[in-house]
């Protein structure tokens, strides 16, 4: 096992990141040995490749239909008893209020089926999207793909995006 419980690759990592895309099979080797990834969001253009993640995913295109731009967007939760929504935080739709500029983009348009997708939301007029935020056990560890915009709600210091984010980073060791 590795010393870092989680490892957190951030938006449009494998663009900017040489390294990082040169090296991924060492990161799946991390998961795959005990690890969490938590995943942000790709463009399709970003060298993002369906294979690396440990099972397929695919950033919608063109980008402008896989995206919830309502902030305030319903958020309807798949699983309500998974682990991201209770451990250590208990998650409740208040934590989705306050988010700011969007619910999330780049959501993918397909993800193998051992993904199992945790929540779904649309802009209004249109069609629920679910692959917000996709999780996976993969060998002993555990790998999270989210589109959702992480990045903006703790800018903003948004509670219930601390909240979920803290739960995300912990799964699947919070007890």
Avoid: C, K
């Amino acid at each position: 096992m590795s010393e870092y419980d989680t490892i957190v690759v951030g938006i449009r990592a494998y663009l900017s990141r040489n390294d990082l895309l040169a090296n991924n099979d060492r990161l799946l080797q991390y998961v795959e040995n005990g690890g969490h990834v938590v995943m942000q969001y790709h463009n399709p253009n970003d060298n993002w490749d369906p294979q690396l993640a440990p099972y397929p995913v695919q950033p919608g295109s063109p980008s402008i239909e896989w995206r919830v731009t309502d902030q305030t967007a319903h958020i309807d939760v798949l699983e309500p008893n998974h682990p991201v929504f209770s451990e250590p935080n208990q998650i409740g739709s208040s934590d989705f209020d306050g988010w700011v500029q969007e619910r999330g983009l780049y959501y993918p348009s397909s993800w193998d089926e051992r993904f199992t997708p945790l929540m779904s939301m649309a802009d209004p007029e249109e069609e629920a999207l679910d692959g917000g935020l996709l999780v996976a056990e993969f060998g002993d560890g555990t790998y999270a793909y989210t589109s959702l915009s992480w990045y903006r709600q703790l800018q903003a210091q948004v509670p219930g995006g601390y909240r979920l984010f803290v739960n995300l980073l912990s799964y699947p060791h919070a007890e």
